[in-house]
């Protein structure tokens, strides 16, 4: 009965311990501007909730359309630097709050896109609270 209570704390205990890497698989930072970052949300995939709102605002990435616009009319300062985190492989944008529009770049590429992610879409997720 010991054996099988001891192998049953040891699967328990690898169990828990291998799940402790899986949170830091994904992240999200978001941080205000471009220059002094300061930092508005940090989160990492602990629970299902928390990864949602990772992959919601990954979305901004996402079916996002390439501008015409010089890259000298990009904000001159920028709402948001966001980072994202999966698996080791991070991905930057600069994200610009513009009108009604979400607009970002890649901060080595000078093409501007637009998201189809709305101002009030962004807004309602960076204010949601999990």
Do not use: W
Not at 61 to 77: I, T, V
């Amino acid at each position: 009965m010991k054996k099988i209570f001891g192998l049953l704390c040891v699967l328990c205990a690898a169990a828990l311990l291998s799940g402790c890497s899986t949170p830091d698989s994904l992240q999200l930072d978001l941080s205000q501007g471009c220059g002094a970052q300061v930092k508005l949300l940090h989160l990492n995939a602990r629970t299902e909730a928390k990864r949602q709102r990772i992959e919601e605002f990954a979305s901004i990435l996402e079916n996002a359309q390439p501008l015409e616009k010089d890259l000298s009319l990009f904000a001159y300062y920028p709402d948001y630097l966001m980072e994202i985190t999966r698996d080791g492989q991070k991905t930057s944008a600069i994200v610009d709050l513009n009108g009604d529009f979400v607009d970002f770049r890649y901060p080595d590429d000078d093409t501007v896109y637009r998201s189809s992610m709305s101002v009030q879409e962004l807004k309602k997720l960076l204010h949601q609270h999990s």
